[in-house]
């Protein structure tokens, strides 16, 4: 999935953190659990982040903030027990109700991260990857 977010949106100053995000948003369609999304995005990616000179801090902000868009993201967990417990909740109206709001939600951690890392000039060995 990294590699897969890497050529999509390529390398250069703040796409670590960009790819970070866009695999933990693919993950979550995956698993649907944010405390696993967490574990695996994190054991990859703070470790890219952090020998590409993002301080440890803002890598484990950004994988953190990421792997909570897990529970909007189809097919999330707490979206299947909802529905078991409220009984006129349908699981595919709830899964289609997600994915906008899961994206919205991805794509305002992707700004605010990209251009932070930008103005702070973190990431400064990325493009040297």
């Known amino acids: 999935l990294v590699n897969f977010a890497v050529a999509i949106v390529g390398r250069g100053p703040g796409m670590l953190p960009l790819v970070a995000i866009a695999v933990a948003m693919f993950l979550g369609g995956i698993s649907g659990s944010g405390p696993a999304n967490a574990a695996a995005v994190g054991g990859v990616m703070i470790a890219a982040m952090s020998r590409a000179g993002y301080p440890g801090s803002f890598s484990a902000s950004v994988v953190g903030a990421a792997a909570a868009t897990d529970i909007l993201i189809p097919p999330s967990v707490a979206f299947i027990i909802y529905s078991v417990l409220v009984p006129g909740a349908s699981v595919p109206a709830l899964f289609a109700a997600g994915m906008i709001p899961g994206i919205?939600?991805?794509?305002?951690?992707?700004?605010?991260?990209?251009?932070?890392?930008?103005?702070h000039k973190m990431g400064a060995l990325e493009s040297s990857m």
């Not at 919205?104 to 103005?119: D, E, F, H, Y």
């Open 104 to 119: 919205l939600a991805g794509v305002a951690l992707i700004v605010p991260a990209v251009w932070m890392s930008r103005k």
